[in-house]
């Protein structure tokens, strides 16, 4: 089975800070790992993705992910925050063997950026 | 551009009447997914398709159904909605060749159910 914690179901941060949303997880074999962004009442959007080649993984918007397999981790961080990417981030996880590439859903971490 | 488009946008259905809500998509995936997503929650994956393979997730309620009568098309069905059915339903793609490509989803139903 797999999963995915996303810790803290809220973030603030200023405009310009660093975003730093975390997402552990667990697999019993090697994980694809996913992280979304979904705005009020619209899908999800692919931001990016790990599929075991490099470790850190460039997004759109100017996001990065880092996998690091000793702490299970997949967080994802943004140098400087704007107020264009407050919304939704959901983490997800499928393993390489699973049936019709089926993912797991984090609980997602609202991103709320302070002028 | 290739998409997947949901229809309608937002829905209003009585209490126990049959409603359906329709996917499409022009990327040619072979995999169409269907999502569940209440207020502030995570999205639960209901069933999936893997080209005219149904698959059921143990614990989505009979009251859902699906069908697939194409590679473009996806429809929902809720026989007998009821109150606890009102959420945002996210109809996603994939295919599994790239299994690591991750999803593409469309904009989402909402449902609300009076």
């Known amino acids: 089975a797999q999963s995915v914690t996303q810790l803290g179901s809220h973030v603030s941060v200023s405009e310009g800070a660093l975003v730093l949303l975390r997402c552990n997880y667990s697999?019993?074999?090697?994980?694809?790992l996913f992280w979304y962004v979904q705005y009020p009442n619209q899908g999800l959007q692919l931001l990016l993705k790990?599929?075991?080649?490099?470790?850190l993984v460039k997004g759109i918007n100017g996001f990065e992910a880092e996998f690091k397999k000793s702490e299970t981790s997949f967080h994802l961080t943004k140098p400087s925050a704007h107020m264009s990417d407050a919304a939704e981030y959901f983490c997800?996880?499928?393993?390489?063997?699973?049936?019709?590439?089926?993912?797991?859903f984090g609980d997602g971490t609202t991103l709320t950026v302070k002028p | 551009d290739a998409m997947v488009i949901q229809n309608p946008r937002y829905q209003v259905t009585q209490f126990g009447k049959p409603v359906t809500l329709s996917c499409s998509q022009t990327?040619?995936?072979?995999?169409m997914y269907w999502y569940q997503q209440k207020s502030s929650q995570a999205p639960k994956l209901l069933f999936h398709?893997?080209?005219?393979?149904?698959?059921n997730e143990a614990d989505t309620p009979d009251n859902f159904q699906s069908r697939r009568p194409n590679t473009s098309f996806c429809f929902l069905d809720i026989r007998s909605p009821g109150l606890g059915d009102a959420a945002m339903y996210l109809c996603?793609?994939?295919?599994?060749?790239?299994?690591?490509?991750?999803?593409?989803f469309g904009s989402g139903t909402r449902l609300t159910v009076v």
């Open positions: 790990y599929t075991s080649a490099a470790t």
């Open positions: 997800a996880v499928s393993d390489q063997n699973t049936n019709a590439g089926k993912s797991t």
């Open positions: 697999s019993s074999v090697p994980p694809y």
């Open positions: 990327l040619n995936h072979n995999v």
């Open positions: 398709y893997y080209d005219k393979d149904f698959n």
């Open positions: 996603a793609t994939s295919r599994v060749s790239q299994g690591a490509g991750g999803y593409t």
